[in-house]
């Protein structure tokens, strides 16, 4: 036993009892009984997991992904020409810094900015209502389009820069030969710059994918009754109904698809 | 010249973008009104009821009491760990050390949020200080190794070995040597998990208890129960604390 490796071993037996324990104790907890007083019971049952094919549960799952599916395309869309246009500007720099500015002010609070913007009374509204284009004020607020303008807005910076690093190490001389080779502007982005840059695209999706869905607290804020995703399914099942077996079935259920997601973008990240 | 006018233009609607809600906060914070965006008077009343509000306040002490102490337990175990296993040169190792750190990465928040609650409800741990302290600590360690390690790799183990021969001890190796070469890193994790565990919302959802309010949370609440424009007030706060912070970091750089 070297005393060396004593620091590391702390480190990793701390990580396992605290995190990885808890994870295969939710897949446990999961099989049990809800009880009222003791949170789970024996005998062990398939039932939390029937329930998840219930329309009900389905309509959320699939709500859940399409509006994760809907943000990321969004600040794709929205995160890739900006790191491309800011790849070779002077003042790169302080626009990183400008980028990452509001991630020190909470995001609860830069969400809560979304409810002055949207609200009947709000920014929007008003500026619409002078313009004369509306004459009486949009519902804008507790809807679909809240919660997605709001996961949108908190999570383009996670996109923006894994994308931007990803760009930063493209190696210059290759976009040169290519150029010096006679390929035409949208020849070198087509076959040099684009599969390049796939690594940080990819990067970039699962830092926005997976948080879209389990953010319960924008839901929570934006949403209306028709806006409830994974995450606050889940966050209700332990916290407000203390059924922990169902909130357990359904984590380990968003897990699974975790993996799915994490393994579908390792495999194509080897391939480039 | 055409194409430079459309790019900076794209440019500058994305960063419009994502500081308009916030300066609408910072414009709202000085106006006298309750519930409407329109301008009625100048007033600093929300800032008054901002420094008058003792929830608030000390859930903001809380707050930063705990970032302090878990980032500050995360990094120190962090630092060490890492710079041990680098020393050793076994690329292995280190491989086998990050294989957890790099999953917990990738975990959503909610799923390791919902295990504390249940790890901690097992080990009979109660909700508070402690728990939160533990969960931080937990969720902080991952970040602050992976964004230490790149830096650490590059230390010159000759200077560690050269220390050693010179007849210095181990610990003052690590105290005149290595932690010397390594602190721009250090402190640079350490104000990562600082941020981290500052802004946490879901993990410590699930395991605050009633007794440490801690900001996140208290803004949350305050929030769901139809906010006041006190919370417009903490974000031109907060904005001018982290312009200042900018500053001195900007002029420090440009001093070294």
Redesign the interface.
Known sequence: MNTKNIFPKIIVSWLLIFSLLPAIMLVGISLLTPDISSMVHLPVTFSHYKNLIDPLFFRIAVRSFFLAGLTTFFCLLLAYPFAFFILNISHKSLVIILILIPFWTSSLIRTYAMVDLLKWHGTINNILLKLHLISTPLSLLYSNYAVLTGLVYNLLPFMILPIYNGMQSIDQKCIDAARDLGATRLQIFVKVFWPQSQKGVINGVLMVLLPAMTLFYIPNILGGAKSILIGNLIQNEFIFLNNWPQGAATSTFLSIILVIFFGISQSKGMKN | MLKKLV?NT??SA??L??????F??VY?SFNDAQ????WHQFSLQWFKELFNDKQLIDSLVNSLILAFFSSLIATF??V???T??VL?RSHK?LQK?LL??S??I???????G??????L??LNIPFGFISLL??H???C??FIIFSIIAKIKLFNRNYYLASLDLGASKFYTWRKVIMPILSPAIISAFFLGF?LSF?D??IS??VAGPEFNI??LT??GM??NG?TPE??A??TM??L???I??IIAQYKLRKS
């Open positions: 790019k794209y440019i994305i960063i973008f994502l500081y308009f809600p916030l609408l906060l709202l519930y409407s965006n329109q175990n962090s060490i760990a890492t041990l296993l050793q190792l050390f957890i750190p999953f917990l990738i975990l959503p928040d909610l799923i390791l919902v295990g504390f609650l249940i790890i409800n097992v533990i969960a600590i937990t969720f360690m991952p941020t802004d919302v879901i959802y699930f900001l996140p803004i949350f929030i769901r906010a919370l417009n903490l974000c907060t904005l604390f982290s312009l912070l900018i």
